[in-house]
C-alpha cells in the first residue's frame, strides 16, 4: 500500500500538489495543515477519515466527476485518504509566509509546505 506526491509547484499564488493512490487499500498517511485547503478528485473514490482537534471522528466519500469531486478540509483537521479504487487527488492552497499568512508574491513564500504529515502528528 503507497502512493506518490508530486510536488507540482506555484501557479500564481496557489501551490498544487498531486497525490495518487495506484491501487484500491493505498493510503495517504494523513496530515493536517493550518489553514483551511481544498483536493479535488480527478479519477477514482477515495474514503477520507479525518479527526478534529477536540477528539470528533468522522468518515466520507468522494469520487470524481460527482458532486462529490471537492474535498473542503478545514484548519488543524488531521485527515488520511485511503483509495476505494485507483485514484488521483490534487491539493490546492494558497502560498503562505513562514508566519502562515497568505502572500501574492511567490518570492516570499515558506520553501517548506506549512503542514504536518505521518501518524497522528
Known amino acids: 500500500m503507497s ?4 510536488e507540482i ?5 496557489i501551490f498544487v500538489r498531486q497525490i ?3 491501487e484500491p487499500g493505498d493510503i ?4 493536517r495543515h493550518y489553514f483551511d485547503h481544498m483536493s479535488l478528485v ?4 477515495i474514503r ?10 468522522g468518515t466520507e466519500f468522494y469520487a470524481a466527476n460527482t458532486p462529490r469531486s471537492a474535498i473542503n478540509m478545514p484548519a488543524t483537521r488531521w485527515h488520511t485518504l485511503i483509495a476505494i479504487t485507483p485514484a488521483t487527488t490534487w491539493c490546492l492552497f494558497a502560498v503562505r509566509d513562514a508566519e502562515g499568512l497568505v502572500v501574492l508574491d511567490r518570492s516570499e513564500a515558506n520553501p517548506v509546505p506549512t503542514y504536518k504529515q505521518g501518524a497522528g502528528a
Not at 495517504?28 to 496530515?31: I, K, Y
Open 28 to 31: 495517504h498517511p494523513g496530515e
Open 20 to 22: 495518487d493512490l495506484s
Open 9 to 13: 509547484g506555484y501557479f500564481g499564488n
Open 48 to 57: 477520507c477519515e479525518w479527526r478534529d482537534p477536540d477528539g470528533t471522528t
Open 3 to 6: 502512493h506518490t506526491i508530486r
Open 42 to 45: 480527478t479519477q477514482g473514490q
